[in-house]
């Protein structure tokens, strides 16, 4: 079964072709990144019409990738929220009106669920039950998955997300948008052990988070030391990767032991952070925890993840009319 993946819920405009939810026939994302990098944030209009712009030729290039015309396509996956509506508006209603024109079956797929399944197009994706964490711009929340589309959620963060935490630490540094990957660079050259930033929520006997006291705690850091020599900025920020990726470990190892589980999965554009990524998996080697993170290229938001979790959609009967709406929140 070939499904038709689309994404637009926030920067970035991407199609896809996948074979059976597991196998990328072609993964096309046109990013944003560069035209929002010069406000420090997405900029919710202009990601709109500049989805509006792309998303035709971006589903042209996915099937010419995957080597096949919509004749082929046997279903249409689009996310639906959680997203900036006028972006997901864009990608969703083209997908509705293929769709309808084509009477082709429409998934409207939860982007953090989609997260999750990036881990299915894995060689070796974890085996059920495991624990799932979707980190990225705008969500850090820890998820038990006992099977196919059975995602409970066990807590989220009270305030930012942990990549919103980096984009704010490198801004008030003085580093480029997205933070992340700037961040990362940076702290290579630091050491995490040298300037001590808190670790929030860890005595809590919960799998929640909080991550505005230690951005708090790097402003502090930075106005009370003006003097930035010696190297002083990649040991902030290395002391302040190391603070996220200590509180991220350890509430993941406490949920997989609460719920008996031997594999963790991380998804998402913070789980491209390859210092998070050993650090955890080195931690729970030592408690026989396996985990599982996706490549590069599916980190980030991409489609092909959409049509991963849209293919389980379709073939469970759970799909969408033309009546039905995007949404900018997941209520739990
Ligand atoms: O999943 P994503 O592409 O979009 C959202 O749905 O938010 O995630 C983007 C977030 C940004 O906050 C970015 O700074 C963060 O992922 N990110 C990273 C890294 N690469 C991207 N955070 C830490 N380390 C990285 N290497
Ligand atoms: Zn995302």
């Known amino acids: 079964m070939l499904i038709l993946g689309i994404e637009s819920s926030c920067d970035e405009t991407a199609a896809a072709v996948v074979e ?16 929002h990098a010069i406000y420090g944030g997405v900029v919710p209009e202009l990601a709109s019409r500049m989805h509006l712009e792309v998303i035709d030729p971006i589903v042209v290039q ?24 006028g972006a997901l508006l864009v990608g969703f209603s083209y997908a509705k009106a293929l769709a309808w024109a084509r009477n082709l079956p429409l998934a409207g797929v939860n982007h953090l669920e989609a997260h999750i399944c990036s881990l299915q197009l894995l060689d070796n994706p974890p085996r059920f039950p495991f624990i799932s964490l979707v980190v990225s711009g705008g969500h850090t929340n820890i ?28 801004k008030m540094m003085g580093l480029s948008y997205p933070g ?47 003097d930035m020599s010696e190297n002083r900025p990649a040991h902030v920020a290395a002391g302040f990767q190391m603070a996220v990726i200590d509180v991220l470990s350890t509430k993941l190892l406490a949920a ?19 210092t998070f990524v050993n650090t955890l998996s ?13 490549p590069l290229s599916l980190c980030g938001d991409n489609a092909a993840m959409i049509a991963a979790r849209g293919w389980e959609m379709i073939r469970d009967n759970q799909v969408c009319g033309l009546g039905d709406d995007v949404y900018s929140r997941v209520k739990f």
């Open 20 to 35: 059976d939810g597991v196998r990328i026939r072609s993964s096309v994302v046109a990013s944003q990144v560069s035209t």
């Open 62 to 85: 996915a099937l010419a990738q995957a080597g096949v015309s919509l004749d082929d396509i046997d279903g249409i996956a689009a996310t639906r929220g959680p997203g900036l509506i």
């Open 143 to 170: 998820y038990h998955v006992k099977g196919p589309g059975a995602f409970t959620l066990m807590g989220q963060t009270r305030d930012d997300a942990a990549g919103e935490a980096f984009d704010k630490v490198a």
């Open 180 to 226: 992340g990957p700037a961040i990362e660079a940076l702290a290579k050259k630091g050491d995490p052990e040298k300037i001590k930033f808190p670790r929030s929520m860890l005595g809590k006997d919960n799998f929640d988070f909080s991550f505005s006291g230690l951005k708090s705690a790097v402003a502090r850091h930075l106005h009370e030391n003006p």
């Open 256 to 274: 997989a032991r609460d719920r008996n589980c031997s594999s963790i999965g991380i998804a998402g554009g913070v789980s491209a952070n390859r």
């Open 282 to 294: 080195e931690r729970a080697g030592q408690h026989q925890i396996k985990v599982f993170y996706p």
